[in-house]
């Protein structure tokens, strides 16, 4: 989410959080898909070079806009799953009972795969860029959605 | 006790009671707070946890309440006003007058699919969109989709929803085949339009920021909400033998660790039951 008023105090935040996470990966040695894939928050070069490959599921150009996933390191079970970007930007998907995916930008719809999810978010998105905080629903009580392998 | 009425029956006056109300909840700062909250219960029924807001059988009370508040705050700021209802399978065109320039405004422009009318445009300098899933200050529409067209939903398809008997029905998710809630909420499955019913079909009727999870950005959003609570009603005085469902026993987690809320359990972030929600008579009525 994003709250216009304050963009330096939530860049500011982003790279904080990002950093320390850095620190917190070269125990766990777990993946951060999230800075190698961000600019904006991306750690220095030399801490960027010490973290583990990241597998690249998907990495395309879709009506002009690049749409990756990566799989990246579960925080709960230590379960894989897919970071979603367009241009950079974590597109955070949720998961449905179908099988399928939400996306933030259409929620009123299960797509089958992370890609056709992330395609259709590019679609509706036009020429708009997705929020560079990333949207959380669930961050307020009970449960949230983390996305299982 | 008081009256919403259907939108196309306010008076110029009234509607413009209306709009003056929702702007200065704008200007006050306390509309994005409902857009965050939107936005914060949004749970999908794949994910853990419980799933109040959304894919499940509180959709229909969680709303009711998240609609009580939003009018609560309307009516101190104008007690003579309440949230009207959008009857989407009577005014379902572009042309309808709920989109005139003193109500709601008009469809977005080519390109960016900016709305530029009425008092919701940003170029009025009213509706600044401050809490949203994209980086874009400005209110959005894409009416009807005309690039891949889809129609509102129609009476026939309502009527569906009406007439099933079940208020719910297991797994209490977007998977359920019966039931009314899921019927009213929508969400279908295959790859035609069908995928899309009632409730769900008209955020994407009016796409833009309708079809995210920053919806409440358009304020047509109380609208479209006022007419399924109605809707709920309306089937309510149809089954009155109808409950809530599932009962009072808490329903076990389903593979994903996701659960539906119980009758009587309560829904963040009021603390209020379903229960508690099921009769309105006593607050409001429809005319």
Known sequence: ?149 | MYVRKNQRDLTRAERRKYVGAVLELKRRGTYDQFVKTHIDFYTADGDTGLRVAHMGPSFLPWHRRFLLDFESALREVDPSVTVPYWDWTKDNTPASSIWHDDFMGGNGRRGDLQVMTGPFAHVGGSWDITVSVTDGNFLTRDLGRPSQAIGLPTKAQLAWAESDPAYDSAPWNSTSSEGFRNKLEGWGSGSGTDRWRNHNRVHRWVSGLMLGGGSVNDPVFWLHHSFVDSVWSRWQHKHPKAVYLPDSTAPESDAFGSRAVGRDEPMAPWGDSPSSMWDHSAIYRYA
């Open chain 1, 1 to 149: 989410m994003r709250f216009r008023g304050e963009p330096n105090v939530w860049a500011r935040r982003a790279v904080l959080q990002s950093l320390s996470a850095v620190s917190v990966s070269a125990f766990t040695g777990a993946a951060l898909v999230r800075i190698v894939n961000t600019p904006r928050t991306a750690p220095p070069r030399s801490e960027a070079a010490d973290l583990p490959a990241r597998t690249v599921v998907f990495d395309e150009m879709y009506r002009g806009r690049r749409v990756a996933g990566y799989t990246e390191q579960g925080q709960d079970q230590g379960a894989s799953s897919t970071a979603v970007y367009i241009d950079g930007r974590r597109l955070h998907l949720m998961r449905c009972a179908d099988g399928g995916y939400l996306s933030p930008i259409d929620h009123y719809q299960s797509y089958p795969t992370e890609l056709a999810t992330a395609r259709a978010a590019v679609a509706e998105l036009g020429s708009a860029q997705l929020a560079l905080t990333p949207v959380h629903g669930g961050g307020t009580h009970e449960g949230g959605h983390d996305v299982r392998p």
